[in-house]
């Protein structure tokens, strides 16, 4: 949503945003307008209300990681200029917005740090580990 939304509401689910590299790389500054932009309008909604909010990010925040596993510590090793980054720090732009609201408003968030999603009508070439898989399979 990247326009204010004006409802009452108790809880919100943020899982809004192009999550697949080859539309996000065909539009990034739509990309990162959607991660940004709708996480400030319903994190603004919250406020508003008083409800709870779940942001839905990503491995990705994570960058190309030294450490493995990952930890909720690891801060991660990112490039915030590839031609990825808008995705990577869009979700990271939405982490940081999320714990500023939470800090200065006392809005009750959650995240969580998706891997490796997928599901109806996902394109077999969008570029993501599982369809990778399948591609590979079928071929």
Wanted: with cysteine; proline share 6%.
């Amino acid at each position: 949503v990247t326009e204010p939304l004006l409802i009452e509401v108790d809880q919100i689910y943020h899982l809004a945003c192009p999550a697949s590299p080859i539309f996000y790389k065909y539009n990034p500054v739509k990309t990162i307008k959607t991660n940004v932009i709708g996480t400030l309008n319903m994190l603004g909604l919250a406020k508003r209300v008083g409800a709870r909010i779940l942001l839905t990010s990503t491995s990705e925040v994570y960058g190309d990681p030294l450490v493995h596993p990952q930890d909720e510590s690891y801060w991660g090793n990112v490039n915030p200029i590839g031609v990825r980054s808008c995705y990577d720090e869009g979700k990271r732009v939405a982490e940081t917005l999320m714990f500023d609201y939470h800090r200065q408003h006392g809005i009750e968030i959650r995240i969580a740090r998706i891997f490796n999603t997928y599901g109806p009508r996902m394109n077999i070439d969008d570029g993501r580990v599982v369809s990778n898989f399948i591609a590979q399979a079928i071929r």
